[in-house]
């Protein structure tokens, strides 16, 4: 029976694998080149597991620290010549993926949160907002316990333009009367 899609063989694999690679913009690990890379029913998890280390010892990716991987010169050439036998579709999904994945690794670099236990029981918990320019933001806010100073963080992570915006916008409003 004919497999359907375009993942055929570990070639394939391989090219899909130095096609993500050479687009994204920070170390990957295997689980997330699996994901970058599921474009295609045919990819299985496992493929992708065997392909990495022997694209390792072949010279097309390097692991920079544990379970993290970034495509090596060799790949990026091999990978240019490559790519034009990945199927568009498949092509066109694993790039708006890599790009989904750049935007989120790099906000998460931009927004941090770090909580503090103090003596009485509750938790400091210090959020802030960065740019590329440096700090545009540092909030301390106190909770009565572990479980809302997570919550808080978690809260923060997910709207910390919105918290920076309405506050900006709250101290800018009333600048006339003063």
Wanted: with cysteine.
């Amino acid at each position: 029976m004919q497999r359907l899609g375009f993942i055929h063989d570990m070639l394939d694999v391989k090219v899909l694998i130095l096609f993500v690679a050479a687009r994204v913009n920070y170390p990957v690990s295997c689980q997330e080149i699996y994901e970058l890379c599921y474009q295609d029913d045919c990819l299985s998890y496992f493929d992708v597991c065997t392909a990495i280390p022997e694209m390792i010892s072949s010279g097309h990716l390097q692991e920079v620290e544990e379970d993290k991987y970034q495509i090596t010169e060799k790949g990026r050439e091999v990978g240019g010549l490559t790519e034009d036998s990945i199927a568009f579709t498949v092509k066109q999904r694993a790039e708006n993926a890599v790009a989904r994945f750049n935007r989120q690794i790099r906000r998460s670099s931009y927004v941090k949160t770090q909580i503090i236990p103090r003596d009485q029981g509750d938790c400091s918990v210090i959020m802030s907002l960065d740019d590329e320019m440096g700090n545009l933001m540092t909030l301390e806010l106190l909770a009565p316990d572990q479980r809302q100073a997570t919550r808080l963080g978690k809260l923060f992570e997910n709207k910390a333009e919105t918290v920076y915006n309405l506050i900006m916008t709250e101290l800018l409003d009333g600048e006339e009367e003063v």
